[in-house]
């Protein structure tokens, strides 16, 4: 079920990624890291078939993205955006429900995604009465309630931007009961604790190119880091098993 993409570019305005050729294994949970604007959220949205490409291939265990259509994407690929987008009349529970829109409905998966994600109580609440960190919790669950047998790809675009670390590290609980499933796993993100505690694999971006790939432990290290931000880095102990490259004020 590796998701492949060869020699897939991006054009956005003035702005383009690629040529770019990156395999994502499944079974493993792949962090996407770079600075603002370079690229990340346009990588993992060509690579869910959510933004047209100029040029190149992506597919999911053989099959091409974007030929696929709209109740077969669903089937296969769960994504949560960076910007949830959710009307503000629905009720949270209505919100997550849509994450089976395209599939049989499932009342017991939308109240299991709730509970996972600690908002059964808020079902009836409509989701402007949710602060931010509640909202993005919604978006997870309204993934988590996508789930099904033939789910193969799940990417998360900075799934913990607005959440307090409690709710953080359960993001990565998720993320590694997905890969344990055998899904392709991929994080776009800024959070470095949870790039070093809960990825296995690391893809370095700037300036709409991919400029490295490997195991997190190797590539996301203080010296690279360092060079593809601007900014120091240092290893950090304690926040993981192992040591993690955390920025240094």
């Known amino acids: 079920m590796t998701l492949q993409a060869r020699d897939m570019s ?23 890291v770079g ?21 190149g291939t992506i597919t ?8 696929m259509a709209a109740a077969e994407r669903a089937a296969r690929i769960a994504f949560v955006p960076q910007r949830p987008v959710m009307p503000p009349a629905l009720r949270v529970g209505e919100v997550v429900a849509l994450g089976r829109l395209r599939m049989q409905r499932d009342p017991q998966a939308v109240e299991r995604s709730l509970r996972q994600v600690g908002l059964l109580e808020r079902e009836m609440d409509r989701v402007d009465a949710l602060s931010a960190g509640q909202s993005h919790r919604v978006a997870v669950a309204r993934m988590l309630a996508q789930l099904a047998p033939t789910t193969q790809l799940v990417v998360l675009d900075e799934p913990t931007a607005s959440l307090d670390p409690a709710w953080s590290a359960s993001v990565g609980h998720v993320a590694r009961a997905c890969a344990d499933r055998g899904c392709v796993v991929i994080v776009a993100t800024h959070d470095f604790g949870f790039l070093g505690a809960c990825c296995d694999r690391a ?11 490997g195991p997190v432990a190797t590539v996301a290290n203080p010296e690279s880091l360092s060079a593809l931000f601007g900014a120091p880095f240092a290893w950090a102990h304690g926040i993981a098993a192992q040591p993690v490259a955390m920025p240094r004020w």
């Open 60 to 67: 999911l265990a053989g099959a091409p993205v974007h030929a």
């Open 35 to 55: 600075p603002n604007a370079s690229g990340k959220t346009t990588l993992v949205r060509g690579l869910c078939g959510l933004q047209t490409i100029q040029s």
């Open 203 to 213: 893809i370095l971006m700037a300036e709409g190119t991919v400029r490295a790939l």
């Open 10 to 32: 991006i054009r956005m305005g003035a702005f383009e990624l690629g040529p770019a050729s990156v395999a994502f294994e499944p079974g493993r949970i792949h962090g996407v």
